[in-house]
């Protein structure tokens, strides 16, 4: 199983940037989707997540609003678009996915399977 991330890159503050993760998973619609970000010196922290049934999703505090995710079943791809960038969203971009039933909403990373090799995302003030 491999998920790849890509979309990183420097952008200014009050920008955009789109976050795409490709997977290698045979049932793609049966896995749960998720973000996280890791910052120098800051643990992991949950970013996005995205569940089987695509309507249902949850977001950190810090993004409400500013971040969307999203998934496209037929290409087997979780994106998170990122509006109004601010710096303190500088971090390490994860993308991971778990396969679960349609109502478990569990985001705790350690509940996460599989994991992408991370993109970095960094906004200049």
């Known amino acids: 199983v491999q998920l790849q991330a890509s979309g990183g890159g420097l952008v200014q503050a009050g920008g955009s940037l789109r976050l795409s993760c490709a997977a290698s998973l045979r049932t793609f619609d049966r896995y749960a989707l998720a973000w996280f970000r890791q910052a120098p010196g800051k643990e992991r922290e949950f970013v996005a997540a995205?569940?089987?049934?695509?309507?249902?999703?949850n977001y950190a505090d810090s993004v409400k609003g500013r971040f969307t995710i999203s998934r496209d079943n037929t290409k087997k791809t979780v994106s998170l678009q990122m509006s109004s960038l601010k710096p303190e969203d500088t971090a390490v971009y994860y993308c991971a996915a778990r396969q679960t039933i349609l109502t478990d909403y569990r985001i705790d990373a350690d509940v996460f399977d599989y994991w992408g090799q991370g993109t970095q995302v960094t906004v200049s003030s």
């Open positions: 995205i569940f089987r049934s695509g309507r249902a999703t």
